[in-house]
Nanobody
Framework: VQLQASGGGLVQAGGSLRLSCAAS????????MGWFRQAPGKERESVAA????????WYADSVKGRFAISRDNVKRTAYLQMNSLKPEDTAIYYC?????????????????WGQGTLVTVSS
């Protein structure tokens, strides 16, 4: 699976952005797509995940209620809608995919990674 992330940019606090992750290659049926972020000087953080077939989703507490993950089967694209953005959301955001499923998406290991897209939230 090849993943291409896009949609990052500069936005003011309180604003919104939508990230996209276009997938190509093998079928995504049964896959889990995830979004991660890494801020300067911090460890990579899992932000959200979605099961491609069932649409079961998971969110980190830090983004719950503000971010929404979704996917479009026809376009083979996953999205991360980010609302009410805060300066602490500033990071490089990565999308990832795995053929594995798990009850706890926060601990899921991913096999395929896209390049990052930078999100900068100004105060």
């Amino acid at each position: 699976v090849q993943l291409q992330a896009s949609g990052g940019g500069l936005v003011q606090a309180g604003g919104s952005l939508r990230l996209s992750c276009a997938a190509s290659g093998r079928t995504l049926s049964g896959s889990v797509m995830g979004w991660f972020r890494q801020a300067p000087g911090k460890e990579r953080e899992s932000v959200a995940a979605i099961n491609w077939s069932s649409s079961r989703s998971w969110y980190a507490d830090s983004v719950k209620g503000r971010f929404a993950i979704s996917r479009d089967n026809v376009k083979r694209t996953a999205y991360l809608q980010m609302n009410s953005l805060k300066p602490e959301d500033t990071a490089i955001y990565y999308c990832a995919a795995t053929n594995r499923d798990a009850s706890d998406y926060s601990r899921l290991q991913y096999d395929y990674w896209g390049q990052g897209t930078l999100v900068t939230v100004s105060s």
